[in-house]
């Protein structure tokens, strides 16, 4: 009768061993972030193995390398920003200063207005016949109207003028930003 090999039998318990052996050197090995601490345990397991040795030399090399492009990336990005905030300020602060002007502008303007319309009331008042006052209401309309549009121009000009003048450092920054962009 024919029997079959003992090799096979006696390699499977072979590797049923290799795998419980193999077991618990998964469980024990855990992820330990890159630290001080983990440095020091790496130089020291690179004495006792000539690979890990120029792994962790290679690994300290191109951590070094990109520190210092990262700290490079972090500084300019920083830089940016605050340059960016500045600019900011610089607009809101021009903004704030010429919005203060225009409404001081309209202030002016209405009280003007105020004291011209007093004063062409009296007159209005002071008219004898009909004629007179209709032409006395028609010169204060045509006042009105002149003055009317002489403000409106005066405050579109200050208001065109503010925007431009406050919105410049915001566009000396994103020249800046692009220029930098396209290098």
Same mark, same amino acid.
């Given at each position: 009768?024919?029997? %079959?090999?003992?090799?096979?039998?006696?390699?499977?318990?072979?590797? %049923?061993?290799? %795998?419980?052996?193999?077991?618990?050197? %998964?469980?024990?090995?855990? !992820?330990?972030?890159?630290?001080?601490?983990?440095?020091?345990?790496?130089?020291? *397991?690179?004495?006792?193995?000539?690979?890990?040795?120029?792994?962790?030399?290679? *690994?300290?090399?191109?951590?070094?390398n990109y520190k210092d492009q990262y700290e490079k990336m972090a500084g300019e990005a920083s830089a940016a920003a605050r340059q960016g905030i500045e600019s900011y300020v610089r607009f809101g602060t021009s903004m704030m200063k010429?919005?203060?002007?225009?409404?001081?502008t309209c202030m002016e303007i209405a009280q003007d207005s105020a004291e011209r319309n007093s004063a062409a009331m009296k007159s209005? *008042?002071?008219?004898?016949?009909?004629?007179?006052?209709?032409?006395? #209401?028609?010169?204060?309309? #045509?006042e009105n109207m002149d003055e009317a549009m002489s403000a409106v121009t005066k405050i579109?000009? *200050?208001?065109?003028? !503010?925007?431009?003048?406050?919105?410049?450092?915001?566009?000396?920054q994103m020249t800046k930003s692009m220029k930098k962009m396209s290098a």
């Amino acid at each position: 009768m024919a029997t %079959k090999p003992s090799s096979k039998k006696t390699a499977k318990p072979a590797a %049923k061993s290799a %795998k419980a052996k193999a077991a618990p050197s %998964k469980e024990a090995s855990k !992820v330990i972030p890159f630290s001080p601490m983990s440095a020091d345990a790496l130089r020291a *397991m690179s004495t006792s193995t000539p690979e890990l040795k120029t792994y962790y030399n290679a *690994m300290e090399t191109t951590m070094s390398n990109y520190k210092d492009q990262y700290e490079k990336m972090a500084g300019e990005a920083s830089a940016a920003a605050r340059q960016g905030i500045e600019s900011y300020v610089r607009f809101g602060t021009s903004m704030m200063k010429g919005s203060e002007a225009i409404l001081k502008t309209c202030m002016e303007i209405a009280q003007d207005s105020a004291e011209r319309n007093s004063a062409a009331m009296k007159s209005l *008042m002071a008219c004898r016949t009909l004629n007179e006052a209709a032409e006395a #209401q028609n010169k204060m309309a #045509q006042e009105n109207m002149d003055e009317a549009m002489s403000a409106v121009t005066k405050i579109s000009e *200050m208001a065109i003028k !503010v925007c431009t003048e406050a919105c410049e450092p915001l566009n000396e920054q994103m020249t800046k930003s692009m220029k930098k962009m396209s290098a």
